[in-house]
């Protein structure tokens, strides 16, 4: 169960842009001609006609870290600009910095310490935010820095940007993991980087409070969790994961909450992964998961 | 893959009532004083303080079809009586008499056929229900008559009342099997028996036309289906069973829909299936699945 | 997700006995002379000739923990002894004392401890062995001692001698949290209680070292994790709980083993949980659960 | 639930050869240079040192069906001959041309002849092979020729030497619907074209008759199928899907048999559909399932 290590020669690359002819070929005549091999490779397109490119490339390259500089410079110049794509170039031993926030749920933070811990997530916990005291002693154990910003109604904008202050440079992905507060569009964009949140899901859905509660009532068979990216309309972001766990007439509110958690917390665990692997693509209110 | 054949000694008793001292004991001092032996039996309250008793006892008894009718009356005289029971006992080798309503989907209702005809559903169908021609040669091959009754807004009484006349007293369940009309209380209450409707359900769910194309546009991740007990509140009746299949970016609004389809027949077989062996008790707009 | 808190007027009865008529009056007669009411009970009978008969009840008592040795020698002599039970009589509030075997895997083990100390399983976690050092830090932090006792091939029977005295009476459930020793038959009878072992499981079967590598050489599309009572033939005792992940062609070995651990670690929780509310029952080499 | 017309326009083409540079430039200049536009490709190597590269590109190209022949013959001399590739280019319109054979149970067969019929395969049944005589009917419905070649042990060779008299020339594929015969390296040599197979699976495995029975002795949770390619070594060949069902003690080896040959039908039907989408590429005794 040793985590391997990551391999300092391989890079990725994301690509997206309108479809047309030619762009598998300059792209990887691009790669071709630096020198670097394409390990892995997934590309899509939504429509045949008039429809948009979506490309992951897995590449390895000599001395990647060194040349990557130039090497998305390069790119940019030379075919990005030509086919107006958005491109993303990346060294895979580079961890993903990320910021934590949470409120009294401890059981998806856990998980994804827990996790980064053992070396299973390609992540570096800087921080954890929270607008509670009780989760900062079992932080601690982990060595990541606790801030407890309260969060009021009246005290939201100044919050907001102490969290932003504190934030600044220092992250490449906000996890929203259980964090009960709403973020503004406005935090959002001062922060400039994703933010991924975890929210429970039924089928059907149920709207307002008491979730589990509503679901018992209806006799609910799968209770589920979403993972999506955070837009300024809560819970309405592209989605990245979702799963279900199966209850019965059995299970009261407590164990439905208890299975519930269970699915947040893989789903959530899961959508950060596939992120900080460069495996998510936007398609407008979609997502691309190669 | 021989179905077994039913065994005619074999009995099934359903119970719910309001919970009290000694309910057990009496039902299974009745039992044994018939000679009727139990072979399993469920048993659950929901509430150990002013909770309802849900039962369902499985019992072998020697020629049980020629005492089942005084068995009922004994019973409801002698114990059902006394702690306010709704109760029924029926011979597990009598078949459910089951009448099929389809628009112009054939999945689910070529599904229940198939799996009829090889044994696997204790149903009987009597009869298949449709407001269109187009499955009338199909359902000719598996010899069960085919009552094309259109529908139209102005006509709906009409036909409803026909419908009914139709299956009057010849019927002990109404399956709908993807029958896109709302059926009126009126209906319901006239033909006097349980109703079980499929329909398709998101992680999370999208109102509206479409749902196939919302769900494609939303990037989700998992389509589900959900078996239920009809209501007047078409889509929103106690629910029986419900299951998801995974999906992709990859898949397009018509992979959706045939794994959308595929989900549908296979948990509305188990709903119906589930009912005809007695398993599903109402516990109001819930349901006890033992 | 407050843990709730256990009801210390719930007892549970397990009953295992041959077949015949009168044992669920004579079992719910006891019961209601005593004041206990039934909440919840599934009996099955495996065959209904000459097979065997198995129950579970839980029921509410008043001052259960004050009466419950009485009742427990009542129902031996009055019930038991008259159907040749085997039975259990348990308050439910009273948690399972365990013990957890490990060796350096940590991931079942670190589960287990996490899942009790939020109020997720019905134990008490009284000891962790391990035949290796490595965890003892970690352990450390959940305030359970930890007894580093080293197994060579030469020192086992006393490395077992030395377990065995180390648990003598404090525990009621082994679990072997990814142990990499066989336990002998003279242990197992040596500490009387059950133990509860994991190990990971695949369609088709891989024999031998390193299954992860056969399964990847295959092209395996599921791995699994097998929960079961530790039996002599070492992975092949009675099986409580199994499941499986997908994985595909892109997981590397590494890939596979950490869902493997996943799903490891989440079979292992689950048969515990079972264990410990009194779900399984053994039914020769196989169970019941309830 | 109408199936979509196949798009003439497109085509795939499947590539393994030995890693090394160059290899994406070389095949995406080639169909650039053709005036075709690649709509989807996944690309995986193996190892990126001395590994092996598999690709799979849908593309379309305008008046394909007419260009076919030409392209597949300049992509040889051009591109593969280069790089040491095998390939393979089909137009996606044309169906694949499936022989089925079977025995006695029907589920595999009806499922496969039914979900052809409704459009969701991309193949063409144009032949049924069975030992027995007991399907024949069954199959009539659905206007397949049906060919009765009984086997003994005696008549093996005469019966394979009929029926690849029967097929030649005629099928691209085989499929095994649950045909209890061995097929002979001999006989997978002169037919020459894949053949697929499904069968019962469990954790852990059960060898020998009477699968269910041993599973249901030992208490198994989960029953599956595996669909994998026949190599001479019977139901050892390169796996291409699997998956499992749930069980419980409830189930008798009736119920158990019915969930599995549900899941067999449903593996099987996965595993054709994806190898006639040209989805699945050998790698040595694995395979990649893009």
Redesign the interface.
């Known amino acids: ?4 290590l990551p ?1 300092p020669e391989v890079g990725r690359l994301l690509v997206s842009c309108p ?7 300059a792209i ?2 691009f ?2 001609a630096r ?1 670097a ?9 939504t429509d ?1 006609v008039g429809g948009r490119f979506f490309l992951r490339i897995v590449f ?1 390259m000599p001395e990647l870290t060194t040349w990557l500089p130039a090497l998305e410079e390069e790119f940019g110049a030379e075919v990005a600009e030509r086919f107006g794509m958005s491109f993303r170039m990346r060294a895979a031993s580079v961890p993903t910095r990320v910021a934590l926030f949470v409120s009294r ?3 998806c933070l ?1 998980d994804l310490l ?1 996790r980064w811990r ?1 070396g ?1 997530l390609p992540i570096d916990v800087v921080q954890v935010v929270s607008n509670h005291p009780d989760l900062q002693k079992e932080v601690a ?1 982990f060595d990541v820095p606790y801030a407890h910003i309260p969060v009021t109604r009246d005290t939201k904008p100044e919050a907001e940007r102490q969290q932003a202050e504190l934030l600044d440079g220092r992250v490449d992905l906000v996890v929203l993991a259980r964090y009960m507060q709403v973020l503004t569009g406005g935090f959002l964009e001062r922060i400039g980087v994703p933010a991924i949140n975890i929210h429970h ?5 149920f709207a307002g409070a008491g979730p589990y509660e509503q679901a ?7 209770v ?1 969790a ?1 993972a999506h990216y955070v837009t300024e309309d809560l ?1 309405e972001g ?7 766990a199966r209850i ?3 299970d ?1 509110v ?1 164990d439905i ?2 299975r519930g ?2 699915v947040e917390r ?1 789903v959530l665990a899961r959508a950060v992964r596939w992120h900080c692997e460069d495996r998510v693509l936007l ?7 190669f």
Chains 1, 2, 3, 4 share one sequence.
Do not use: C
């Open positions: 169960m040793e985590a391997s391999d479809d047309g002819p030619g762009i598998v070929a990887s005549g790669l071709l020198g091999n394409i390990v892995q490779s997934d590309q899509q397109t045949p390895r749920y401890d059981h856990l827990w053992r299973e154990t899901s039924f089928l059907p859905a018992k009532t209806r006799g609910v068979k799968l589920g979403t819970d592209p989605i990245i994961e979702q799963d279900v019965s007439h059995r009261r407590a909450t208890r958690a269970d893989t398609d407008g209110h979609s997502t691309i998961v």
